[in-house]
């Protein structure tokens, strides 16, 4: 699955927007830093805050742009990351990769647009 992930975004990037490397490495290790206390960010997380959505969730749930935007935004029950364009590709690129498998006969709102509006 995760290879497929990566083959798409890949195509993505090179179709739509200037290549930017996504680094699902990097995404998971931000991912365990700044937001694991809160969010369930991988599979073998155990626990989170009960309000706060899942990593996976949030993939199979937001379209790419809408996940971009909100982390360029300051929120005041996050912390404050000021996340640069690079680290949030990455972040997305994590959550994409926790995200289930496409459903070929249903559109999924994840894994459809891998590029971040300009301005962040």
Same mark, same amino acid.
């Given at each position: 699955m995760l290879r497929k992930a990566l083959a798409f975004i890949a195509l993505t990037l090179s179709a739509n927007v200037p290549?930017?490397?996504? &680094? *699902?490495? =990097? +995404?998971?290790?931000?991912?365990?830093? @700044?937001?694991?206390?809160?969010? $369930? *960010? #991988?599979? &073998? =997380?155990t626990s989170a805050k009960a309000d706060a959505p899942s990593f996976a969730s949030i #993939?199979?749930?937001?379209? $790419?742009?809408?996940? +971009?935007?909100? !982390?360029? =935004? &300051?929120?005041?029950?996050?912390? /404050?990351?000021? !996340? #640069?364009? /690079?680290?949030? $590709?990455? !972040?997305?690129? @994590?959550? =994409? #990769? !926790?995200?289930p498998a496409l459903d070929p006969l249903k559109r999924e709102p994840q894994k459809d647009d891998f590029k971040l509006p300009d301005g962040g």
């Open positions: 290549a930017y490397a996504a &680094d *699902v490495a =990097q +995404g998971e290790r931000l991912a365990k830093r @700044w937001c694991a206390e809160c969010h $369930v *960010v #991988s599979p &073998d =997380q #993939s199979a749930n937001r379209r $790419v742009p809408q996940i +971009g935007a909100f !982390l360029r =935004q &300051d929120h005041p029950q996050m912390p /404050d990351m000021s !996340l #640069s364009r /690079d680290e949030i $590709v990455n !972040l997305i690129a @994590w959550m =994409q #990769s !926790l995200a």
